[in-house]
């Protein structure tokens, strides 16, 4: 990335990527018309890193490949399964690691997440 890009993909980084991560666990079963308006203020951000207009081909794949973004509804996933495990390796806080409790079936490992401690 050029010098220009890379100072826009910091600044974009700090002041929208990093909103878009806040209290994300949230958004696990949000309808998809609200995570619909947060992947446009992602893909708006990605047009001003990649200094493209809203119609133009390949923001996907910038986004994707060069930026290492995900969708919004992918980024909440992963966020969440990487608490997850953080809580049953306790590498988290013990409060967090109270309420994750693996249940085991013949075929499969399941987490339950207990949130009437809340």
């Known amino acids: 990335m050029a010098r220009s890009c890379r100072l826009s993909f910091t600044l974009v980084h700090a002041f929208?990527?990093?909103?878009?991560?806040?209290?994300?666990?949230l958004l696990i079963g949000a309808p998809r018309k609200t995570t619909d308006k947060l992947q446009r203020v992602l893909n708006s951000a990605a047009r001003i890193v990649s200094n493209t207009r809203k119609f133009d081909q390949g923001l996907t794949h910038f986004r994707r490949s060069q930026l290492h973004w995900l969708d919004v509804v992918d980024r909440v996933?992963?966020?969440?399964?990487?608490?997850?495990?953080?809580?049953?390796?306790k590498m988290?806080?013990?409060?967090?690691?109270?309420y994750c409790q693996p249940v085991s079936t013949c075929d499969r490992l399941t987490v339950v997440i207990s949130i009437s401690h809340v």
């Open 16 to 25: 929208v990527a990093s909103r878009v991560d806040y209290c994300g666990s």
């Open 77 to 89: 996933r992963f966020r969440v399964c990487v608490q997850v495990f953080r809580c049953l390796h």
């Open 92 to 98: 988290s806080p013990e409060y967090l690691s109270t």
